[in-house]
């Protein structure tokens, strides 16, 4: 099967610093890539929708300065947290769609725990 | 508002009982529905995805439904194991968009 790597899987980071998370689809070029982030017992919200070589979409209450999305390739979307302050701290999870036939398929990462102290 | 609505939020059984999860969208006209599984501290494993052509979907002891016109689907867990314990998610995809709308998800024990 398809399979999508993320890179840290965990991270530790001061206030104040920027945090970089690599999104890799490993064996298929990916249509779309997507940005999750989770809160401790709480259900995964998309942050933005991200196609190769274009503007990233965010969902609405996500700010694209923060959160700077680059999605340089079919295989690699990037998600770098800037100025990461503790409210930051979350489980983030991206995925990436392939198109088999006619349908498609979305794929998930592992997730990157990302803490802020 | 398109919005997916998980009950219960947590559900505790004895090993072996046969049980249902159930999982609630508004908008019919949906693309695909799938239901994920989320251990602790972990990403989220695939479990059943159903086409909106598609009314049903099994897999092992997993059987999942899907009622558009009602707007619901159901996670039907036979003889449930200790290993079964988990967070269940039921994520939706509208319109060929291809993002999804996850529920609140369901933590699922059970009980040896």
């Known amino acids: 099967g398809a399979v999508v790597s993320q890179h840290p899987s965990r991270v530790i980071c001061k206030s104040g610093t920027s945090v970089k998370i690599e999104c890799r689809s490993l064996?298929?070029?990916?249509?779309?890539m997507f940005w999750y982030r989770q809160f401790p017992k709480q259900s995964l919200m998309l942050m933005a929708t991200s196609n190769e070589g274009s503007k990233a979409t965010y969902e609405q209450g996500v700010e694209k300065d923060k959160f700077l999305i680059n999605h340089a390739s079919l295989t690699l979307s990037t998600l770098t947290v800037t100025s990461a302050h503790p409210e930051d701290s979350s489980f983030y999870i991206c995925?990436?769609?392939?198109?088999?036939?006619?349908?498609?398929?979305?794929?998930f990462g592992p997730g990157t725990r990302l803490t802020v102290t | 508002k398109q919005e997916v609505t998980q009950i219960p939020a947590a559900l505790s059984v004895p090993e072996g009982e046969n049980l249902v999860l159930n999982c609630s969208f508004t908008d019919s006209a949906i693309y695909n529905l799938q239901w994920f599984r989320q251990d602790p501290g972990k990403g989220l494993t695939s479990l059943l995805l159903i086409q909106s052509s598609q009314r049903e979907q099994t897999s092992g002891r997993l059987n999942a439904s899907l009622d558009k016109s009602s707007g619901r689907s159901t996670l039907y867990i036979a003889a449930s194991q200790p290993g079964d314990s988990a967070t269940y998610l039921c994520a939706v995809s509208w319109g060929g968009a291809q993002k999804l709308v996850f529920g609140q998800g369901t933590r699922l024990t059970i009980n040896p």
């Open positions: 995925s990436a769609t392939r198109l088999a036939g006619s349908l498609y398929e979305q794929y």
């Open positions: 064996d298929f070029q990916a249509t779309t």
